[in-house]
């Protein structure tokens, strides 16, 4: 690739919004995917991937020549591309949108997810994505979990998107107050890749998921672990708990404090270990497990199944709801979140927990479905597992998503053996990102 004889910056006139936060333009024809600009804004981009080959390019706005109404400024430096490049950096990913006011926001990812459901899905309807309740007024604070990359010399950082660059972090504005108090980046992290935290949206003990490098020393880890006590316990008014993950071999050791951070939805209490998944937003297991409950009407009696079930926020209230004479079975392949769906469903005699992956315990189910909750990772469900539900033939379908392109990929899928979209919210989970959260009730006419 050329590289030096491309232009480096290019005046742009930006169009539509597209999925993955992106928004198009055209130059000479090809279509280059700009981030941190507008509908209806002539921007200075710098191109930050391109090739005389390639089908598309990508950049990032630097300068706005002409600025939407919808405009504001960003409200965390290290993410906002103008002051970035006024320092000839890449601004931080995770904070893309804090560019756009919330409406605004909320309006683009709705024509999103109605652009991906119209292509993929072959459903034509307009979307309008729902704040959570109680929302910020200004979207900040949300995030109950963090995730950070360690800089050389053990500081906090984050990447700029599609970048190894690690730029050093003091606070994440996005994350709860929580999760700020801790002061983490006091805390030397040398010998980690990576560091997790999860702080409970009710309260209670924090967990900070320490992620050694290769070969790093357990002194090592137990140096960090102090040293995250003395940064954080004040903050956090307790025992910060410490603990480190191998992700190679699956190894989960206690530091400090426990291993699991105690969490709750509609009256139920979880526990969560470790890595295990866990909804980001401190209102999404309420705003998604109610939507559930209502979406679905389960009734006493019937069969359920709740497919990539993660601790079992879900699995809960559909076994309530099925009472004693249902029957849930509660699928999920992670070991360590499906033991905290052993432990957390342990008062519900009609749930069965299986640990496996959702294609194969489903080719060895036996047994009528009334009702089905899927809610795969972000690459969705896939033609199998599609194929199997439909199969089972259950009175109702429920699909969580976090990705709108997979999500009206399955959907498609779906239509093609007769079932139809009869409910669908959409939620504003993830503000100032391009991402959201979706809830779809499936039904055959
Ligand atoms: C988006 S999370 C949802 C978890 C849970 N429903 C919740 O809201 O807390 C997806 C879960 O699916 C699990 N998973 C991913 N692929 C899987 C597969 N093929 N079979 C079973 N579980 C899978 C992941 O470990 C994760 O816990």
Redo the contacts with the bound molecule.
Sequence with gaps: MPQEKMPIDLELTIGAAAHGGHFVARHEGRVVFVRHALPGERVRARLTDAGEKAKFWRADTVEVLEASPHRVDHFWAPADALRAAGRDRLPVGGAEFGHIDLEEQRRIKGAIFAEQLQRLGGVQQDVAVEAAPQESADGLGWRTRASFSVAPGGKLAMHPHRSEELLPVQEMPLASGAINALKLWEVDFTGADRVEVAAPAAGGAPLVLVIPSPGTHPRTLARIAAEVGTAADAGAGETVSVAAWDPEEHVLTRLRGRTWVRETALGHDFRVTGAG???IHRSAPEV?ASAVRDGLAVQPGERVADL????G??TAPLAAAAGETGHVLS????PG?SRDARKNLFGFPQVEVVQ????KVLRSHEGALDVVLL???RTGAGRTVVEQISTAAPRVIGY?S?DPASFARDLGWFREAGWELDALRVFDLYPHTHHMESFAVLRRP
């Design positions: 998944f866990w909804q998604l990539f079930a993660g601790a926020l879900f699928v999920e392949g992670s979140a496996g992956r959702v294609d809610d795969p990772p969580i976090c």
